[in-house]
T-cell receptor, first 114, second 111 residues
């Protein structure tokens, strides 16, 4: 049982380059999330998708776009990477209703922007 | 004021002692509360959920919620070196489909 799978696990970009982080879950969860984690800042929500076909901005959406491709997959795109986007990115999924907040996380993607 | 606040620590406790981790939140409308454990270099892992006032026990872990005072705590009994990690408090305000995390408390259990 894979749970939440993220790719790639590591990536180095130059300023201005673009890339997409991929996330897939096999738990039949409705909601999916992208967080970034920085030292001293904790986990901050970038975008979330409450259900297939919907996406909404979180706390720090600037510089990012997302696509909920289907119920399983939720991708995060950096159109023009900046050094401030150097971070560890986590994808997560959860059920709806009272269980919102019981998040299952992927292993993370460590991104460095030079 | 941050939505979810935690002391960053480190909190050091001897092996076998009780570790007490605290968290306060600002939104009185918050409905669901969670504790996640994160080992260094790993992803967060849910260890406790609590939805109503009072205590909830699961093995060596007890979560405590006091909505009137807007705090939630996690007690770890018989602490083990393997409990050494950062503990993240998370809050869901209900109906918003999103969860807000505190910055975490680093726990060190000394053998």
């Amino acid at each position: 049982n894979a749970g939440v799978t993220q790719t790639p696990k590591f990536q180095v970009l130059k300023t201005g380059q673009s890339m997409t982080l991929q996330c897939a879950q096999d738990m039949n969860h409705n909601s999916m999330y992208w967080y970034r984690q920085d030292p001293g800042m904790g986990l901050r929500l970038i975008y979330y998708s409450a259900s297939e076909g919907t996406t909404d901005k979180g706390e720090v959406p600037n510089g990012y776009n997302v696509s909920r491709l289907n119920k399983r997959e939720f991708s995060l795109r950096l159109e023009s990477a900046a050094p401030s986007q150097t971070s560890v990115y986590f994808c997560a999924s959860s059920e709806r209703g009272a269980l919102i907040g019981e998040l299952f996380f992927g292993e993370g993607s460590r991104l460095t922007v030079l | 004021q941050k939505e979810v606040e935690q002391n960053s620590g480190p909190l050091s406790v001897p092996e076998g002692a009780i570790a007490s981790l605290n968290c306060t939140y600002s939104d009185r409308g918050s409905q669901s509360f969670f504790w996640y454990r994160q080992y260094s270099g790993k992803s967060p892992e849910l260890i406790m959920s609590i939805y109503s006032n009072g205590d909830k026990e699961d093995g060596r872990f007890t979560a405590q919620l006091n909505k009137a005072s807007q705090y939630v705590s996690l007690l770890i009994r018989d602490s083990q070196p393997s409990d050494s990690a950062t503990y993240l408090c998370a809050v869901n305000k209900g109906g918003y489909q999103k969860v807000t995390f505190g910055t975490g408390t680093k726990l060190q259990v000394i053998p």
